[in-house]
């Protein structure tokens, strides 16, 4: 009985790991590069180019009010928070500002 109770635990514990690791965000910040059919492609501080898909739900904010997608540019500066949703790492959040 006690060996069931003690995996019984470890599994609801390697659950609540793998719920956890679903719900991290991850941060991406750069130039945009490209944007437009619910993608955004941004150029880091190395100058590597990134390219992510943004849920069709993401909060979108360009020179801090709430904007559409389509309201950021090129060249804009950007902040993406992206996270997994159902095996996909999506952008849910942009936070962009107008080119220096």
Not at 60 to 65: L, Y
């Amino acid at each position: 009985m006690f060996r069931n109770l003690l995996i019984l635990v470890l599994l609801l514990s390697i659950a609540d790991v793998a719920s956890s690791a679903d719900q991290a965000s991850i941060e991406r910040q750069g130039r945009v590069m490209a944007v437009g059919g619910w993608q955004i492609s941004i150029q880091d501080a190395l100058g590597d180019v990134e390219q992510y898909v943004v849920d069709p739900g993401a909060r979108i904010f360009h020179n801090g009010k709430p904007a559409t997608l389509d309201a950021i540019d090129t060249g804009d500066m950007a902040r993406l928070t992206l996270k997994s949703k159902q095996g996909r790492l999506v952008v849910v959040t942009i936070d962009a500002r107008d080119r220096e």
